[in-house]
């Protein structure tokens, strides 16, 4: 008799045992799967916050190449205000030489009545430029 209760003894805490081992291996899997759930939760905010970088990047890329765009409008302005100085600059040296030119072909056509007058306007003449 005492070996059948000790067997029975045994037995429950064998089962027992068995049992503990199935609340830890229980306890072990929750426990997995709440790590693995963490480990998956941040990877999905790491992927979020590298895409929120790349944008971030893009952005950066894309703000840099339209200062450089502007910086290149900026120039190629600042060239065609030049060239249009430079032309005018030179429209009025024209306008002032064919004006001269103008004055001296006047000059030239002018008539006199008599040899006095144009010696008297040509005396005058003289006199202004001395």
Known sequence: MEIKKKAELERK??????????DQKVKLLKALE????????A????KKLMRKIQK???????????????????RELQK???QIEEKERQEREM???LLQKEIFTSELEKKYNNQKEE???????IKLLW
């Open 95 to 97: 306008e002032e030489e």
């Open 80 to 82: 065609a205000q030049q």
């Open 119 to 125: 010696v008297e306007d040509k005396t005058k003449k």
């Open 56 to 74: 971030m990047e893009d952005k950066l890329i894309q703000g840099n190449e339209i200062q450089e765009q502007h910086y290149n409008q900026e």
């Open 34 to 41: 709440e790590q693995e759930e963490k480990k998956n939760v």
């Open 13 to 22: 805490k064998i089962e027992e045992q068995k049992n503990l081992a199935e």
């Open 43 to 46: 990877r999905e905010k790491q």
